[in-house]
């Protein structure tokens, strides 16, 4: 097992391969296990961290620190003890909240961003909301901080040297313990063919529920982008249904996928998911795409049951006046976990990592606006 120290807390990771950093960012349903497939497609061009939040997985169970900005500061000290000045980052479901609002924070550190199975939820005001972008503009950029040699660093791995060397290094890493139980894993299920899955229906989405006024933000103010109330439907979801049943939803009990998130999902402090999403407002995540200088790619299943895809005013809002660096792909027939059941999955994510221009990323999928 990885781990590093911050603040007194221990937080695991798992890393593999060589070359320019890219960190994986978990969501509500699981650790860092699930992104093992993506870890391996793309360990001989990158060095692939993936991480546990805080209350997940082999992370430090602390209740104080489940907040929002709790976890985005995570992603920050994790860069820095680690010796990353900048990575391309990954998040899904709840992850992706984490690192879009850590782009719009730290924008000369995210080259890149993708975002997979996101809270991307319709407000009801679209038509008249005035897209952020219009109205305010993220501070200017931080000067990167700097870069550190790695810290407290522990490994229970008989290659620990192999994971303490620099960034840089042209080496392929040894992998943990637990990584090399994870690639076993992952090689056996490749042996045997998945039988056809049959999509459960997906629910509809539970009404909003208005919130208080989340803290100001001192880079962008709540004012400066539109007055409006709170909405938070991904609190909502969570005092309605437990994770379990939330993994119910994604996978049968037949598959695979289900039995091994399922060790995961036990690991989870059941008060971290809400922690993190008790400041959520969903107009607010969409103002934060428009935002965004860097190239960002949005991935959804079209048949998620757990975070219910964008709708058409949803993708027009957080594409608008965008269209170069905004690419928006619809998946047909994925649900919850495209980096588990869908092949296009990591095609997209290796194009995303290497093509200059993303709009150039071949996807038959890709949402385009309608003119009216």
Do not use: C
Request: aromatic fraction near 6%; charge should be neutral.
């Amino acid at each position: 097992m990885s781990a590093i120290t911050i603040n007194g807390d221990l937080i695991h990771y798992e890393v593999l391969g060589r070359g320019r950093p890219v960190i994986l960012v978990h969501g509500l349903l699981g650790s860092w296990r699930y992104w093992v497939p993506t870890m391996q497609h793309l360990q001989l061009k990158y060095r692939v961290y993936a991480l546990d939040l805080y209350g997940f997985g082999d992370s430090a169970k602390n209740p104080t620190k489940y907040t929002l900005e709790h976890q985005i500061a995570l992603v920050e000290d994790f860069m820095q003890q680690l010796g990353l000045p900048k990575v391309v980052l990954i998040g899904h479901s709840v992850g992706a909240i984490v690192v879009t609002e850590f782009a719009r924070r730290y924008p000369d550190r995210v080259p890149r961003l993708l975002v997979v199975s996101a809270p991307l939820f319709d407000p009801g005001d679209l038509e008249h909301r005035t897209p952020a972008a219009r109205k305010a503009l993220a501070r200017p950029p931080q000067p990167a901080p700097e870069v550190k040699a790695p810290v407290t660093v522990s490994e229970t791995s008989p290659e620990p040297a192999a994971l303490i060397t620099s960034p840089n290094a042209p080496t392929i890493m040894s992998p943990s313990a637990a990584m090399r139980a994870a690639l076993i894993e992952a090689a056996r299920a490749r042996k045997s063919a998945a039988a056809p899955v049959t999509t459960p229906p997906t629910p509809a989405p539970a009404p909003p529920e208005a919130k208080p006024p989340m803290m100001e933000d001192m880079t962008l103010k709540r004012e400066d982008i539109i007055e409006a109330p709170k909405q938070n439907p991904l609190q909502t979801l969570l005092n309605g249904t437990s994770l379990d049943a939330l993994l119910g939803k994604s996978f049968r009990r037949s598959e695979p996928s289900f039995e091994k998130l399922s060790v995961d999902v036990a690991k989870t402090d059941q008060r971290a998911p809400n922690g993190v999403v008790s400041t959520f407002d969903s107009g607010s995540m969409l103002d934060t795409f428009q935002l965004l200088q860097m190239p960002v790619v949005i991935m959804h299943g079209t048949d998620d049951p757990v975070l219910p895809p964008p709708n058409e005013d949803v993708w027009t809002y957080i594409t608008k006046d965008k269209d170069a660096s905004v690419l928006a792909i619809p998946l047909p027939g994925a649900r919850h976990f495209p980096m588990l059941e869908d092949d296009r999955f990591q095609r997209i994510v290796t194009e995303f990592l290497e093509v200059p221009d993303i709009s150039k990323i071949e996807v038959k999928e890709r949402w385009r606006r309608r003119t009216r």
